[in-house]
């Protein structure tokens, strides 16, 4: 039944997340990031990031599905543990 959660937690969430690197606020404030780097006022590139509006929906959604899917099986391992 665990499994099946996580799964779950892993199947929503993941495209929902991508999704919002989709919206225009999130587009702006990459390219405010992007403005900053280039003017050496940000140490880190902004276009170095493993996740974001720069890259294409389908690895954001693998990496934040992958992402949600580890988090909530240790928080299921977690109550597992307890009870």
């Known amino acids: 039944m665990a499994a099946a959660?996580?799964?779950l937690i892993a199947l929503f969430a993941g495209p929902?997340?991508?999704l919002m690197f989709k919206t225009p606020m999130a587009r702006k404030t990459f390219?405010?990031?992007k403005a900053r780097?280039?003017?050496g006022r940000l140490k880190k590139d902004p276009q170095?990031?493993?996740i974001g509006p720069h890259r294409p929906f389908w690895r954001n959604w693998l990496l934040a599905s992958l992402i949600f899917g580890v988090v909530a099986a240790a928080i299921m391992a977690g109550l597992a543990?307890?009870?």
């Open 31 to 33: 390219e405010t990031r």
């Open 37 to 39: 780097f280039a003017e």
């Open 5 to 7: 959660f996580v799964l």
């Open 81 to 83: 543990r307890v009870v």
């Open 48 to 50: 170095t990031d493993l």
């Open 16 to 18: 929902a997340f991508a």
